[in-house]
């Protein structure tokens, strides 16, 4: 059984720092590229980053780029989102995901679709 569990998520103020982990179990996680994304209530799920299946491609949203970085470590079944310089319009639910990996990473992994598996989310709120 596939489960992706997010952690890390919480209150802080705005210009702070978090850190997410996504820990994967029941799949081989060197085969599958992963992707983080946000959800406001009322919104659609939106991209933020993904990164490839031996960490040697990342892709990050226009909205967090020089603010986020993303990194996996496949030893530990572990990925994260380093998130700096928060702001409270980053304020969502976080999901992580991850999708088989195939030859098309930059069009194929900012969309939702193409995800296998998905975590159940952590809440980030960023105080003003």
């Known amino acids: 059984q596939v489960q992706l569990v997010e952690s890390g998520g919480g209150l802080v103020q705005a210009g702070g720092s978090l850190r997410l982990s996504c820990a994967a179990s029941?799949?081989?996680?060197?085969?599958?590229?992963q992707g983080w994304f946000r959800q406001v209530a009322g919104k659609e799920r939106e991209f933020v980053a993904s990164?490839?299946?031996?960490?040697?491609?990342?892709y990050y949203a226009d909205s967090v780029k020089k603010r986020f970085s993303i990194y996996r470590d496949n030893a530990r079944n572990t990925a994260y989102l380093q998130m700096d310089s928060l702001k409270p319009e980053d304020t969502a639910v976080y999901y992580c995901?991850?999708?088989?990996?195939?030859?098309?990473?930059?069009?194929?992994?900012?969309?939702?679709?193409?995800?296998?598996?998905w975590g159940q989310g952590t809440q980030v709120t960023v105080s003003s």
């Open positions: 990164i490839s299946w031996n960490g040697g491609r990342t």
């Open positions: 029941g799949l081989t996680f060197s085969d599958y590229h």
């Open positions: 995901a991850v999708g088989l990996s195939t030859g098309r990473y930059y069009t194929q992994t900012p969309q939702t679709p193409y995800y296998d598996y």
